[in-house]
C-alpha cells in the first residue's frame, strides 16, 4: 500500500479511481431515471465538488442546466449566528427542480445554512447529492438524497477534497493515518 504525504500528514489509499469512476456512474444512472422528462439544475459547490461534478453530469445524457457556486461564510448578527451565501448564483430558482451537488457532508453545518436561502426562491424541489457522506459526523441533519459512499468520520483527501489547499487533484480518495 503506497501511502501518500500532504502537508505533515500521511494518508493511506481508502477508494480507488475505478470504484469511484463505477459508483458515480451508478448515481448518474438512478438520477438520470427519478427526473425523466424535466430539465433539472445542477448547482455544484465549489471548490470540492468539481471532479465529482464533470464526472457526474459526464454520463447525464439529458438536458441539464448547471451552475457553479461559490460558497462564502460570515459572522452574522448573535440571532443569525453565521451566514452562509451563495456566489455566482443567477439561475432563478422558482420552480426548477433543483440538485446540490457537494462533495462530503460532514457536520451537515454549511448546508444547513445555505438551504433556506435556495428554499426561500420557491424551487419544484430541491435534493442533495453528495459524493461522500459520514452519517456518524453530522451534528446539523440535512437531507442527503443521493450519496456515493458512506464513510467513518475520518479525514479524507483527494477526488476534489483538500487538507488546507493540497490534495485536490489526487485521481482517488485517501484517508488520513492515524
Ligand atoms: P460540513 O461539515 O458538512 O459543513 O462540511 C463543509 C465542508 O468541509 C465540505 O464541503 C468539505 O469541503 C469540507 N470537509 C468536510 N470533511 C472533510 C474531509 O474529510 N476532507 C476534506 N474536506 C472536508
Request: a negative charge; proline letters at 6%.
Given at each position: 500500500?503506497?501511502?501518500?504525504?500532504?502537508?505533515?500528514?500521511?494518508?493511506?489509499?481508502?477508494?480507488?479511481?475505478?470504484?469511484?469512476?463505477?459508483?458515480v456512474r451508478d448515481l448518474a444512472g438512478i438520477i438520470k431515471n427519478d427526473y425523466?422528462?424535466?430539465?433539472?439544475?445542477?448547482?455544484?459547490?465549489?471548490?470540492?465538488?468539481?471532479?465529482?461534478?464533470?464526472?457526474?453530469?459526464?454520463?447525464?445524457?439529458?438536458?441539464?442546466?448547471?451552475?457553479?457556486?461559490?460558497?462564502?461564510?460570515?459572522?452574522?448578527?448573535?440571532?443569525?449566528?453565521?451566514?452562509?451565501?451563495?456566489?455566482?448564483?443567477?439561475?432563478?430558482?422558482?420552480?426548477?427542480?433543483?440538485?446540490?451537488?457537494?462533495?462530503?457532508?460532514?457536520?451537515?453545518?454549511?448546508?444547513?445554512?445555505?438551504?433556506?436561502?435556495?428554499?426561500?426562491?420557491q424551487p419544484a424541489s430541491l435534493k442533495i447529492c453528495a459524493l461522500l457522506y459520514?452519517?456518524?459526523?453530522?451534528?446539523?441533519?440535512?437531507?442527503?438524497?443521493?450519496?456515493?459512499?458512506?464513510?467513518?468520520?475520518?479525514?479524507?483527501?483527494?477526488?476534489?477534497?483538500?487538507?488546507?489547499?493540497?490534495?485536490?487533484?489526487?485521481?482517488?480518495?485517501?484517508?488520513?493515518?492515524?
Amino acid at each position: 500500500m503506497s501511502l501518500i504525504q500532504v502537508h505533515d500528514k500521511w494518508f493511506q489509499p481508502y477508494i480507488s479511481q475505478h470504484e469511484i469512476s463505477t459508483r458515480v456512474r451508478d448515481l448518474a444512472g438512478i438520477i438520470k431515471n427519478d427526473y425523466s422528462g424535466k430539465i433539472p439544475l445542477f448547482i455544484p459547490i465549489l471548490n470540492g465538488s468539481f471532479m465529482f461534478a464533470s464526472d457526474l453530469l459526464k454520463e447525464m445524457d439529458m438536458p441539464v442546466e448547471i451552475c457553479f457556486i461559490k460558497l462564502a461564510s460570515y459572522k452574522g448578527t448573535v440571532s443569525s449566528g453565521r451566514v452562509v451565501t451563495a456566489i455566482g448564483l443567477d439561475n432563478d430558482l422558482f420552480g426548477r427542480d433543483v440538485i446540490i451537488l457537494e462533495d462530503i457532508v460532514d457536520t451537515g453545518k454549511t448546508l444547513s445554512r445555505f438551504l433556506p436561502q435556495l428554499l426561500h426562491q420557491q424551487p419544484a424541489s430541491l435534493k442533495i447529492c453528495a459524493l461522500l457522506y459520514k452519517p456518524d459526523a453530522v451534528v446539523n441533519p440535512v437531507p442527503v438524497d443521493y450519496f456515493g459512499f458512506s464513510i467513518p468520520n475520518k479525514f479524507v483527501v483527494g477526488y476534489g477534497l483538500d487538507y488546507d489547499g493540497l490534495g485536490r487533484n489526487l485521481k482517488e480518495i485517501y484517508q488520513l493515518v492515524e
